[in-house]
């Protein structure tokens, strides 16, 4: 459950150029193994809203392709245009579930120990569009016990 709340707590927004361009199949991240601390602050229709909590990643849950991501959504997610950077990537996400919606995304590694997301975006509530903003941030504290 932690590798999911980690995997949507890094959704990240605000696109950059000049970079590569990847497939999205290709796209992945690579977290450390261990013990990980995370929290995200968000704004659905002008209403804040936020979590933190922590949790394991196992090695074998180490390597995390952007595509699970949105999988891990539930709402018939894709992605667009991912871009690779030195450090992570932007890219843009668009869901046609029950709840539709489009967002730009960014995820960083800023270092080995530390990862932030940020997405801006709107999400379509049965013909009326909410504005979402979202900043996250992993932070690995240890190994796991």
Not at 78 to 96: E, H, I, M, P, W
Not at 99 to 126: H, K, R, W
């Amino acid at each position: 459950m932690f590798r999911t709340l980690l995997i949507a707590s890094l959704m990240v927004g605000s696109a950059q150029t000049g970079l590569q361009a990847i497939a999205s199949e290709a796209a992945e991240i690579d977290i450390k193994p261990g013990l990980w601390n995370w929290s995200f602050t968000a704004k659905l229709a002008k209403q804040p809203f936020g979590d933190r909590s922590s949790g394991c990643i196992s090695e074998s849950d180490s390597r995390i392709p952007l595509q699970s991501i949105a999988d891990k959504l539930g709402q018939n997610c894709r992605l667009t245009n991912v871009v690779k950077q030195d450090d992570g990537y932007v890219f843009g996400l668009k869901c046609s579930g029950f709840y539709t919606g489009e967002a730009d995304v960014s995820l960083t590694n800023q270092s080995e120990d530390n990862i932030i997301m940020s997405a801006i975006g709107f999400v379509d509530f049965d013909g009326a569009k909410a504005e979402f903003e979202f900043d996250a941030e992993a932070n690995h504290i240890g190994t796991c016990q």
